[in-house]
């Protein structure tokens, strides 16, 4: 399974020279299972790039894509993927309901009037909406891919997902926006256990948005530290993890800083970056 990074940006893409070490594209992540499975997570603005990537492949033309949740930063690329305008495609956009927030209904509005020009009822591509179930007692069988999920602590809700391909062992956990400090002991151990069950995942990618210094002044805006990552890691015995969500604030020469210091301080994580290619 090959996990590819479209955007790592949180809250707003940004587009400035200095900030294109890291990349300005908001959260979109692509994972490739090794029979040709293709699952996107989330569609900020960062699925562009990686609509185009399956374009010029020659995998199957299908895709499954995993909505976390649908605050703009993780929406808003939906009307520039590609893969929606060719009717060669089948785009199949699943996700847990929200506060009684549902997937078709949601994502549909993206793109409805007066906000793009076409919509959802006049793409070409072949588009199917499912509702996933709040707890799941089985995973989801997506090819050779299992899929779980389960609620973060955010506001108007989020899910996390994890991937596992049981033929390579491979898996991976996606958390891309928790606020681990407000979160309950009952939210806190869901996640928990999404790492640590079947067994510790070989890669957790979780939100660090923000500081120590920062997440008080931004409290109840959903987001966590690197160090509540680590710390969400070494609880679930996961070795490898990649922080992402980065403050649109934060340009090359900061996220430099940051990374010294998470390296520093826990050599096994490191920071995201846009067109990070990462073999599971």
């Known amino acids: 399974m090959k996990l590819t990074f479209g955007g790592v940006r949180g809250t707003n893409p940004v587009a400035q020279p200095d900030y294109m070490r890291y990349g300005g594209e908001t959260t979109s992540?692509?994972?490739?299972?090794?029979?040709?499975?293709?699952?996107?997570?989330?569609?900020?603005?960062?699925?562009?790039?990686?609509?185009?990537?399956?374009?010029?492949?020659?995998?199957?033309?299908?895709?499954?894509?995993l909505m976390?949740?649908?605050?703009l930063d993780h929406v808003v690329g939906l009307p520039s993927l590609g893969l929606i305008y060719r009717p060669d495609w089948t785009v199949e956009i699943a996700a847990p309901a929200h506060e009684d927030v549902v997937v078709e209904a949601t994502m549909s509005r993206v793109m409805d009037k007066p906000f793009w020009p076409l919509q959802v009822e006049d793409l070409k591509s072949r588009i199917r909406f499912m509702a996933l179930d709040r707890a799941p007692e089985a995973p989801l069988r997506y090819g050779?891919?299992?899929?779980?999920?389960?609620?973060?602590?955010?506001p108007g809700g989020c899910s996390a997902y994890r991937v596992d391909e049981p033929a390579t062992g491979a898996s991976v956990v996606l958390a891309t926006d928790v606020e681990w400090g407000s979160a309950t002991e009952t939210?806190?151990?869901?996640?928990?256990?999404?790492?640590r069950l079947p067994q510790p995942a070989?890669?957790?990618?979780?939100?660090?948005q923000y500081t120590p210094e920062e997440v008080a002044r931004f409290k109840g805006w959903g987001h966590s530290t690197w160090q509540e990552a680590v710390a969400v890691a070494g609880s679930a015995g996961i070795t490898r993890l990649l922080l992402t969500h980065h403050?649109?604030?934060?340009?090359?020469?900061?996220?430099?800083?940051?990374?010294a210091e998470v390296c520093a301080a826990c050599p096994r994580a490191d920071l995201a970056r846009e067109r990070l290619v990462v073999e599971l």
Request: hydrophobic letters at 40%; proline letters at 4%; a negative charge.
């Open 202 to 208: 070989g890669l957790l990618v979780m939100d660090a």
């Open 68 to 71: 976390t949740h649908y605050h």
């Open 144 to 154: 050779g891919l299992e899929i779980r999920w389960c609620p973060l602590h955010h």
């Open 247 to 259: 403050d649109p604030r934060r340009n090359d020469d900061a996220l430099d800083a940051l990374r």
């Open 29 to 65: 992540f692509l994972l490739q299972g090794q029979a040709g499975e293709q699952i996107l997570v989330d569609a900020g603005t960062g699925v562009r790039e990686l609509g185009r990537l399956l374009q010029d492949s020659s995998s199957p033309k299908r895709v499954l894509m």
């Open 187 to 195: 939210e806190r151990q869901n996640l928990i256990n999404l790492c």
